[in-house]
């Protein structure tokens, strides 16, 4: 899918050789115009984020918690661990269609794609380095300094340059290639069987509210009824916003790939499919602030419950998963 799977935006925005935007997909958020999209810078941002040389021991790096192969996320435990093996609040958010983000983070306290790696880089119990400290280190690697001329035309290592090179690797994370593009897209011989298609009906029903097509996700921040952790004690966005509003809400995911990339919620607590879809039949604790689209209880067959899952299984995208030009050199 080239030219033909862009849509027709105002001059100026100039979508990066490589980049697609499929039909029917709203216009991305993140701004082009103002960080171009090279492949030496492309190359320069994944060697980057596969290199432990980015936290403070020399052991932990963007690619430890999030793996292409389970759609940039981690998959072995429920939350992320850093540096001497410890334990963070929250399970990893898996990376990709980054250019429709309004924001990151499971509370939203990044707006900026640019600015994102700073969190991970610098928290104390991730990466838990400072950015002085990674810039010395990278400026005295010979290799960098080469790389980093060769993309920005200037040897010395700033932060700003060092975000933009990451920036240019991880906002090229894109998929569109499931089952379900592929239906929707009409090809030639691909169709949902009897059971896809009846999950997707009661996707339609009662999940489209917030994970909204074509994104599968509406890219806002939503109370769902998850019971609060006794121990984590993580009330979500109310700590960044200070606003009773947030209390308990997180971020609503992209169910793209979601077959792939357990465990669920924010806390990592599901470790399967179906025991999310048995928390929203059955298991959402009723507060003040309780999303609105699921003050109605969701009724369910044990029937109805197997084919939604065989429908999140049309999320999917192997090429996504798969694509050598987002793994590690």
């Excluded at 509003?245 to 399967?272: Q, T």
Aim: proline share 5%; hydrophobic share 40%; charged share 20%.
């Amino acid at each position: 899918m080239a030219l033909a799977g862009l849509l027709a935006f105002e001059p100026g925005l100039k979508i990066p050789e490589g980049f697609v935007v499929p039909k029917g997909w709203p216009r991305p958020v993140f701004d082009f115009r103002k960080t171009k999209v090279t492949e030496a810078g492309f190359i320069l941002g994944r060697t980057l984020f596969n290199d432990p040389l980015l936290s403070k021991d020399n052991t932990i790096s963007c690619a430890s918690c999030h793996l292409n192969f389970t759609a940039f996320t981690h998959a072995d435990h429920a939350l992320s661990h850093g540096i001497y093996g410890l334990k963070g609040t929250r399970n990893s958010i898996a990376l990709f269609n980054l250019a429709w983000s309004k924001s990151f983070m499971w509370d939203g306290r990044v707006e900026r794609l640019e600015e994102q790696p700073l969190n991970p880089i610098t928290n104390p119990v991730e990466m838990a380095d400072s950015m002085p400290n990674v810039l010395a280190k990278l400026n005295s690697a010979g290799r960098y300094r080469q790389m980093f001329y060769n993309v920005f035309r200037d040897s010395v290592i700033t932060q700003r340059l060092l975000l933009k090179a990451l920036v240019e690797y991880t906002v090229m994370l894109e998929s569109y290639n499931s089952k379900y593009d592929s239906v929707r897209r009409g090809e030639p011989g691909v169709a949902y069987t009897t059971t896809e298609l009846n999950g997707y009906k009661l996707f339609q029903q009662h999940c489209n509210a917030c994970h909204t097509e074509p994104l599968f996700t509406n890219n806002d921040f939503r109370n769902n009824g998850l019971p609060i952790d006794t121990a984590l004690k993580d009330y979500g966005r109310i700590a960044i916003t200070g606003q009773a509003g947030d209390e308990r809400a997180f971020k609503v995911p992209s169910l793209r790939n979601i077959a792939v990339s357990a465990p669920y919620m924010h806390d990592g607590r599901f470790p399967r499919l179906k025991d999310v879809i048995e928390f929203y039949t059955s298991g959402i604790e009723h507060s003040a602030t309780l999303a609105t689209e699921l003050n109605e209880p969701i009724n369910l067959s044990p029937a109805d419950k197997k084919d939604l899952v065989a429908f999140l299984n049309t999320l999917t995208d192997k090429v996504f998963l798969y694509d050598v030009r987002f793994r590690g050199q």
